[in-house]
Structure formats: structure tokens, C-alpha cells
């Protein structure tokens, strides 16, 4: 048994002034399965993440099956609750300076290893099945896809964003 206290709220006001160049932020949109959401926050962790946005159509990832997959590392976490996600990622463009990329599989425009990830910016995790909604895609600089093999589609959000947060760290660790 365990016992965890919810930290307060969290804004982008908060977050960003503790968070330094380059930023890098992930976005959750609709995501619902607990367990996918707490892998992508422990995955989040691994990879230097500074905060979380989650949409206001996404779960909690303060949920208890989700608090489990992240190892507790949610509790570590800086976690925005946006009460409209597509507002936020503009505000993030606008007045931040964020690249925002949505991790979309249905694109052949861009592909991760020729997307460049070294300044601020932000990765939207779409929901499992239907991927980022056209409401904040639309927010988006770009759909960003990972290419693989014929036949299959897409990859679970939670080892998608193990393949995109790797990438950015190697990118950023290529370019000191």
C-alpha cells in the first residue's frame, strides 16, 4: 500500500522559469488508457522532459494504474492541466519560441531523424486510437512520423514517445 498527495497545480507560468534552453515539453492529447500514461511519463523522465502538458480531453496521470507505470516519477514531474490544449501549444509558439510537433503516423512529409529537435519545443502524443485531434494537429508546426516497415501503422504511444524522446536527447547530446 501507498499513499500519494496530488502536488498543486501547475501553469506555464510556473514551469516555465525553473525549466532552461532548450525546453522540452510533451503534450498529451486524449490520451485515456491509465497505463499508457504512465509509461509515457516515466519515459518522459528518463528522457529530460520538463513538464507535462495534459489536454482537457486526456486522463489524469494521477491516476492509480498510471501513478504505478511511472514508477512514481509523475510525483516528480511538473504536470499542466490545459483546459484547451490547441490555446496552449499557440501560446507556447507565440510567445516562447517552441517548435510543437505532433508525433502523427499518418504523414510521409516528416520523418523523426530529419525533423530537428535542438531548440525549445514541444511533442504531442495523440490518444491510441485515432491519434492528435485535428483541433490541436492544427496547432501543431508539423506532423512528425517515425517510419517503419510496411504494414504496420503506428506504434503504441507509450513506444512512440520512447523512440521521439530518444531521439531528441541524441540530437541535443550531438550538438554540444
Do not use: W
Not at 502538458?53 to 516528480?76: C, D, I, Q
Not at 504523414?107 to 495523440?126: A, K, L, Y
Request: proline share 5%; charged share 15%.
Amino acid at each position: 500500500m501507498a499513499l500519494g498527495k496530488i502536488p498543486a497545480q501547475e501553469t506555464l507560468d510556473s514551469v516555465l522559469p525553473r525549466s532552461s534552453s532548450p525546453r522540452l515539453f510533451v503534450a498529451m492529447d486524449g490520451l485515456a488508457n491509465a497505463e499508457n500514461i504512465g509509461v509515457l511519463v516515466r519515459n518522459c523522465a528518463a528522457f529530460g522532459v520538463q513538464a507535462i502538458l495534459v489536454s482537457e480531453t486526456s486522463s489524469s496521470p494521477y491516476l492509480r494504474r498510471a501513478v504505478r507505470n511511472s514508477m512514481g516519477t509523475v510525483f516528480k514531474m511538473p504536470v499542466v492541466h490545459c483546459t484547451n490544449l490547441a490555446e496552449t501549444l499557440r501560446t507556447l509558439q507565440g510567445f516562447r519560441q517552441f517548435k510543437v510537433y505532433a508525433a502523427h503516423p499518418h504523414t510521409e512529409e516528416h520523418s523523426i531523424q530529419r525533423s530537428d529537435f535542438s531548440g525549445n519545443c514541444c511533442i504531442v502524443f495523440g490518444n491510441e486510437g485515432s491519434g492528435v485531434s485535428p483541433q490541436v494537429l492544427s496547432a501543431c508546426d508539423m506532423p512528425v512520423a517515425i517510419p517503419m516497415q510496411s504494414g504496420v501503422d503506428s506504434l503504441n504511444v507509450a513506444s512512440a514517445s520512447a523512440v521521439f524522446l530518444y531521439e531528441v536527447m541524441r540530437q541535443r547530446e550531438n550538438s554540444l
